[in-house]
T-cell receptor
Framework: AQKVTQAQTEISVVEKEDVTLDCVYE???????LFWYKQPPSGELVFLIR??????QNEISGRYSWNFQKSTSSFNFTITASQVVDSAVYFC???????????????FGKGTKLTVNP | GAGVSQSPRYKVTKRGQDVALRCDPI?????LYWYRQALGQGPEFLTY????????KSGLPNDRFSAERPEGSISTLTIQRTEQRDSAMYRC??????????????FGEGSWLTVV
C-alpha cells in the first residue's frame, strides 16, 4: 500500500530563514510519481512540482528546491529566504505510474503548516 | 474552462437531505477526480473517471455517495441522506494524461459542505 508521511505538523520561522519540509513515502512500485502542493489560507490547492521515480536530480525553481533521495524514500522541499507569503499548508503526494495502467489516484500526506512571521 | 470550476462553493444542508456537487474540469482533460478534505487533514481520494467511465470508486465511503460523468466532461457528486459526518470540503480535480503535464492533477477551489 502507498503511504506518505509528513512528520512535521507545524513549523514556524522568521522571514528570511530557510526552511525544509520533510516527506517520506512508501510504495512497492518501481515506477511512481511524487508531488508537492501548496494550500494557502484562501484554501485552494496549488500544484508546485511533479517528479517521477527515475529522475533523482534535484530541482530548483526560484526560492524553492526539492531533494529526491530514492535510497531513503524521501522527497524534501526547501524554501530559501522564506517570505510571509509562503505561509500555507504544504502537502506531499504519491501516485503510481499512470502510463502503466495503474491507479492514477494521489495519496496525500497530512500536510505541514508553515507560518512565516515578519 | 481555464481552471477546474466547482459549484456551489458553500452549501449548508439539513441532515437527511440529498446534496449534489458539480464539477466542470479543465477543457480537454481526460481524467476527473473527486477528493474529500476534512479540516486539518490531507485530501482523501473518493473516485475518478477517465472520460465517462468510472475507473475507481474505492474511496467512496458508503452507498450514499455516488458520482457520474455522463458525457465525459462535467461531473456530479451526489450524497444522499446527508449526515453530519459528511461535513467537509469536497474537491474536484482533473488531469490531461498527456505530456508535459501528464498525470499532474489540478484542483478546483472546492465545495464546502456543512450538514446541520
Amino acid at each position: 500500500a502507498q503511504k506518505v508521511t509528513q512528520a512535521q505538523t507545524e513549523i514556524s520561522v522568521v522571514e528570511k530563514e530557510d526552511v525544509t519540509l520533510d516527506c517520506v513515502y512508501e510504495t512497492r512500485d518501481t515506477t511512481y510519481y511524487l508531488f508537492w502542493y501548496k494550500q494557502p489560507p484562501s484554501g485552494e490547492l496549488v500544484f508546485l512540482i511533479r517528479r517521477n521515480s527515475f529522475d533523482e536530480q534535484n530541482e530548483i525553481s526560484g526560492r524553492y528546491s526539492w531533494n529526491f533521495q530514492k535510497s531513503t524514500s524521501s522527497f524534501n522541499f526547501t524554501i530559501t529566504a522564506s517570505q510571509v507569503v509562503d505561509s500555507a499548508v504544504y502537502f506531499c503526494a504519491l501516485s503510481e505510474a499512470w502510463y502503466q495502467g495503474g491507479s492514477e489516484k494521489l495519496v496525500f500526506g497530512k500536510g505541514t503548516k508553515l507560518t512565516v512571521n515578519p | 474552462g481555464a481552471g477546474v470550476s466547482q459549484s456551489p462553493r458553500y452549501k449548508v444542508t439539513k441532515r437527511g437531505q440529498d446534496v449534489a456537487l458539480r464539477c466542470d474540469p479543465i477543457s480537454g482533460h481526460v481524467s476527473l477526480y473527486w477528493y474529500r478534505q476534512a479540516l486539518g487533514q490531507g485530501p482523501e481520494f473518493l473516485t475518478y473517471f477517465n472520460y465517462e467511465a468510472q475507473q475507481d470508486k474505492s474511496g467512496l465511503p458508503n452507498d450514499r455517495f455516488s458520482a457520474e460523468r455522463p458525457e465525459g466532461s462535467i461531473s456530479t457528486l451526489t450524497i444522499q441522506r446527508t449526515e453530519q459526518r459528511d461535513s467537509a470540503m469536497y474537491r474536484c480535480a482533473s488531469s490531461s494524461n498527456r505530456e508535459p503535464s501528464g498525470n499532474t492533477i489540478y484542483f478546483g477551489e472546492g465545495s464546502w459542505l456543512t450538514v446541520v
